[in-house]
């Protein structure tokens, strides 16, 4: 009786209950991890390592083949945006379909239950990568700016207007939230790259056939809509109105959308 009373005593006299709970990750933790998820990884690498490349290759291709014009600093800082304006969603997409191709949702999700901060990091990481990416823009045109002074083909001074630089900005943080809300929706990378590209394609081909949808599409397809933060000159109130319309579709509804469908999904 006694072996049978202390074998049933043991466990209860080894218990260990903590007394208060870890605390919970913070946003900013969550922010350093998804950013390091996103760069962190052989795909994640090679988009940036093209995006970095496209951006040399359009300013290179300005100071030795661009017309009288071309070669000032705004139009370099317009091209060298091309491959970051294009590329930089592909990551987002990529950063939330990963969770669930590659079945890491069943730690990521365990660790942090509630999703929608891990979203946020997301979302919160692809913001640091536009902002270094304006910044790594802003020193390549420099380069080039500098090399076409040494080649004799420099036209005009060193400044970049902070109104151009604060559009480009704008327009990269919506195309990751779009490409993040896509992901999002989607789950799937490929399919979800496909739609991010084809979407704006097909409304363009629909507003340039049915001329009825010709005005209404102005407002909803991003690449009418948000046409003017790639360009130099002022933005009338007409184009902003655009610009916040179109925002409200794809970068807001669709993000909400996708975080409903994240929250809901059964992870597996």
């Known amino acids: ?20 709970a870890p605390p919970a990750p913070t946003q900013w933790m969550l922010t350093k991890v998804e950013l390091r998820k996103m760069t962190d990884i052989r795909s994640g690498r090679w988009v940036l390592a093209v995006i970095v ?36 969603p592909v990551i987002g997409i990529l950063s939330v379909t990963a969770e669930w191709s590659q079945r890491s ?23 640091i990568l536009a902002v270094a990416g304006i910044a790594v823009s802003a020193a390549v045109t420099y380069g080039g700016h500098a090399l076409a002074h040494a080649t004799g083909n420099a036209e005009g001074g060193w400044g970049i207007p902070a109104d151009l630089a604060a559009t480009r900005l704008l ?3 919506i195309a990751v939230a779009s490409g993040i809300a896509f992901g ?10 496909l739609a991010f590209y084809a979407v704006p394609l097909v409304l363009g081909i629909l507003g340039g056939t049915v001329s009825a949808l010709e005005d209404t599409l102005e407002w909803i397809n991003p690449g009418q809509a948000l046409t003017p933060l790639s360009e130099r ?8 109105a655009r610009v916040l319309c179109n925002t409200a579709f794809f970068g807001v509804a669709l993000f909400v959308a996708g975080l409903y469908r994240t929250n809901r999904r059964e992870v597996t």
Do not use: N
């Open 105 to 127: 949702g069943l730690s990521t999700f365990a660790l942090v239950p509630k999703r929608h901060r891990v979203v946020y990091g997301k979302f919160f990481a692809g913001v």
């Open 171 to 173: 327009d990269c943080v």
């Open 1 to 20: 009786m006694s072996l049978q009373t202390t074998i049933r005593q043991d466990p209860l006299e080894t218990v260990f209950v903590p007394e208060t």
């Open 53 to 88: 490349m496209t951006m040399v290759a359009m300013v290179c291709l300005l100071v030795f083949a661009g017309e009288d014009g071309d070669r000032v600093v705004p139009e370099l800082f317009l091209a060298s945006q091309l491959g970051l304006s294009v590329l930089l």
């Open 233 to 240: 000159g002022d933005i009338s109130g007409t184009e902003w």
């Open 184 to 193: 999002m929706l989607l789950s799937s990378p490929m399919l979800s790259v």
